[in-house]
C-alpha cells in the first residue's frame, strides 16, 4: 500500500524496533527514512537494525510532532508515512515498564519514560468519578463504575503500587469469564490517558497530511475501536476537504494465515489514504 521508490522520503512516525522501517529500507534501496519513537530503548535496537542502511534518520520524539522534525532534518515534503498506533510486543514484555496486567512490577505505562505522569499517579491520584470516565471512554468497559469504585476502597487502605494488584483488585470486582482477562480494558484505558494516545493521533494525522507530496500515502495501523474512528473520521475529513483520496473503504485486516504466524496481528485495522 505504501509503494516505496528508490527516491523517495518516508516517515516511520512509530518505529518501535524498526521491523517497517527495515521493510521500507529493503524494498526501496536507496530511499530516505525518517524514525521518531518516544521510547528510547526502542529507538537503540532501530538503531542497531538499520546501521546498515545510508540516509537514516532516528528522533526521539511524539509522532505527533513528525512535521517538526521532517522540517528540522532539512526536508519539506515526504513521499510516504507509516504509523503504527499499537504499543509493541516488546515494550508489554519489557521489564519493569509496567504495561502487563500479568507481571508483578510497578504501575508505570510510560511509553517515554521522561515523562511525569505514570499509571500509579493516576490509579491513586484521579477522582473515583474521573477514573470511572477514563475506564469507560479509553476502555469502553461496561463495568467501569464498579472497577472505579473497588480501586477507590483499595487505595484507600494503602497505596495500589503494582501492576499484578491492580489486576487483582478489578478480577475481584467484576469477577472472571471467558478468555479475556477482566483487567484488559482497565489497563489499556490508563496506558491510554498516561500516554494522551488519542490526542497525539488526531493531531499526527493532520501533521502527517500536510507533509505529503502529491500521491504519497499515508498507511495506519489502528488495534481498538477508538483508534481506527478516530483514522476514519481524520481521512474522511481529509476527503471532504480536497485534501485526500480514501485508498482502503474499508480497512483491510490480516487473513487467517498471518493472524497465525502473529497472533498479536488479529485485531489490526489498515487505513490507507493518498494526497492529492
Not at 510510560?110 to 470511572?132: C, F, H, P, S, W
Request: hydrophobic share 40%; net charge positive.
Amino acid at each position: 500500500m505504501l509503494q516505496p521508490r528508490q527516491d523517495g522520503i518516508y516517515v516511520d512516525a512509530t518505529v518501535g524496533a524498526g521491523g517497517h522501517a527495515e521493510d521500507i529500507l529493503r524494498s526501496a534501496q536507496g530511499c530516505t527514512l525518517i524514525g521518531l519513537d518516544r521510547d528510547e530503548s526502542a529507538l537503540e535496537i532501530a538503531k542497531e537494525r538499520l546501521k546498515e542502511y545510508d540516509s537514516v534518520h532516528l528522533v526521539k520524539e511524539n509522532f505527533s510532532n513528525m512535521g517538526a522534525v521532517v522540517n528540522g532534518l532539512g526536508f519539506f515534503r515526504v513521499n510516504g508515512i507509516v504509523l503504527d498506533a499499537g504499543v509493541s510486543t516488546m515494550q508489554l514484555k519489557a521489564e519493569g515498564r509496567g504495561f502487563s496486567f500479568l507481571k508483578d512490577e510497578p504501575l508505570d505505562m510510560r511509553m517515554d519514560q521522561g515523562r511525569g505522569l505514570t499509571a500509579e499517579k493516576v490509579i491513586n491520584g484521579y477522582t473515583e468519578r474521573d477514573l470511572a470516565d477514563i475506564i469507560w471512554k479509553y476502555g469502553e468497559e461496561r463495568f467501569s463504575r464498579k472497577i472505579a469504585k473497588a480501586i477507590v476502597r483499595a487505595r484507600d487502605k494503602s497505596p495500589v503500587r503494582t501492576c499484578m494488584e491492580l489486576a487483582g483488585i478489578i478480577e475481584k470486582a467484576v469477577g472472571r469469564k471467558g478468555r479475556i482477562h477482566p483487567a484488559t480494558r482497565t489497563f489499556q484505558a490508563i496506558r491510554i490517558e498516561v500516554n494522551r494516545e488519542l490526542e497525539e493521533l488526531s493531531t499526527a494525522i493532520q501533521s502527517g497530511a500536510d507533509l505529503l507530496e502529491t500521491g504519497g500515502r499515508f498507511c495506519v495501523l489502528s488495534y481498538h475501536s477508538l483508534e481506527d474512528r478516530i483514522v476514519k473520521h481524520a481521512f474522511r475529513k481529509l476527503a471532504k476537504e480536497g485534501v485526500f483520496n480514501i485508498i482502503t473503504k474499508k480497512p483491510l485486516a490480516p487473513g487467517r494465515e498471518e493472524q497465525i504466524l502473529n497472533p498479536s496481528s488479529r485485531s489490526a485495522k489498515l487505513r490507507v489514504g493518498e494526497r492529492v
